[in-house]
């Protein structure tokens, strides 16, 4: 294998596991010791009012299929702060071993979701891309994008990410291609991109190679004119000064000279709060680490009953669950054989039964719920 890469039939195997639950497996069929138990993943046991975007789901649904196994889980594009995002049932050495990948599943593209949320609400009215692919290993290329979009962002720009989900990269031109044609040569770079490139690219044209954004602008109108469609600042922070006032000074300039219409698209280094303070300045933005370097959600699975009994390792809450979202947006756990919040309506849906996946996953449709539900628990980073 040339690559450092976990194949695919390794995690649908189960052999994308800690060594410690082959060992359990073997002491399990040993001891003839194989329980009923319900098992539920966690983030946090009680609410905590620090909400984050589940997301994951469909790789998670496929892990358990064809195991003998139900499962529920929230929908895909909920907002969570406490209690069970995912509830499996079963004989026990069924599923074991599959939990190390069903948790990396779910841990680091909820992570990645729950940053791309806060982007998109940064900004809300702003086309945002995920421009951080570059940052991760290839392999997780196209969870990261597909995260990213469950977020809420508009396109990404990895090619290969976009051949598995269906979707078109984004993407224009990078630094390199202005370097290539050497210093004082950017518009010689800027007319061989727009005689090269299909009619359907758009015609951006980075402007920040080696003078000043305000000079690249110009010399960009005068080299494409009314073929340019948008104009690309990528400049890093220490360069930047009042990168604001830039940006005005830019929008400035394009409308003096006739071409207001041509959009002004952000990118470099850019976050939630760079974001909030640019966004009625500049057309659109590209985000790149804060989404793609996102933190994975430190999901666990835990048994919580055994046999019908209550179990749980200190630290946990014993017992079967249910999870429920009240019309004021609150998130609230209880026992499922008790009655729930008299407002409150169960967020947990059949996932998978008796090995069946019994949901179909839409990322559009998530990235709708995604919204809808940040408003309605007042979604806040």
Known sequence: MTFDVVPNDA??????????????????????VNPDVVAEVTADQFPTGEFELLAGLKDAAHLLEGLPVDAD??????LFDG???????????????????????LSHASGVATAALE???????????SFGARHVHPSIAAMVERSA?????????????????????????PHAL?????????????????????????????????????????????????DLDSVRLDT?????????????????????????DVDVFLSGGLGPDDLRH???????????????????????????????????????LSGKKDVYRTRDGGHHVALANRPGPTDGESLLEPLVRDGEVVRSFDVDDAASHARDDADAVGFRR
Not at 197 to 214: G, H, I, M, Q
């Open 11 to 32: 995690i649908a195997d189960g052999r994308a596991t800690d060594a410690y639950f082959q060992r359990t497996e073997t002491t399990l069929d040993h001891a003839g």
């Open 73 to 78: 889980a929230l929908p895909e594009g909920t």
């Open 83 to 105: 209690g069970p995002v995912m509830r499996i049932e079963g004989t026990y050495r069924e599923f074991a071993r599959y939990e190390t990948s069903l948790l990396g599943f």
């Open 119 to 129: 982007v998109r609400e940064a900004a809300p009215d702003s086309q945002v891309l």
């Open 149 to 173: 979009l469950l977020g809420g962002l508009d396109g990404f720009s990895h090619v290969a990410a976009g051949d598995v989900l269906g979707r078109e990269a984004s993407g224009t031109m």
């Open 178 to 226: 202005l370097i290539c044609f050497g210093r004082g040569n950017q518009e010689q770079a800027w007319r061989a991109f727009d005689e090269a490139v299909p009619e359907d690219v758009p015609r951006v044209a980075l402007c920040d190679t080696y003078s000043d954004e305000k000079d690249e602008v110009i010399r960009a109108i005068d080299a494409l004119g009314d």
């Open 236 to 260: 890093t922070s220490s360069r930047r000064g009042d990168f604001r006032h830039i940006v005005r000074e830019i929008q400035w300039e394009l409308d003096a000279r006739g071409h207001g």
């Open 278 to 316: 640019l966004r009625d300045v500049a057309d659109g933005f590209g985000v790149g680490g804060h989404v793609s370097n996102a933190d994975p959600v430190d999901f666990a699975l835990d048994i919580v009953e055994v046999d019908g009994e209550p179990a749980a390792k200190r630290g946990k």
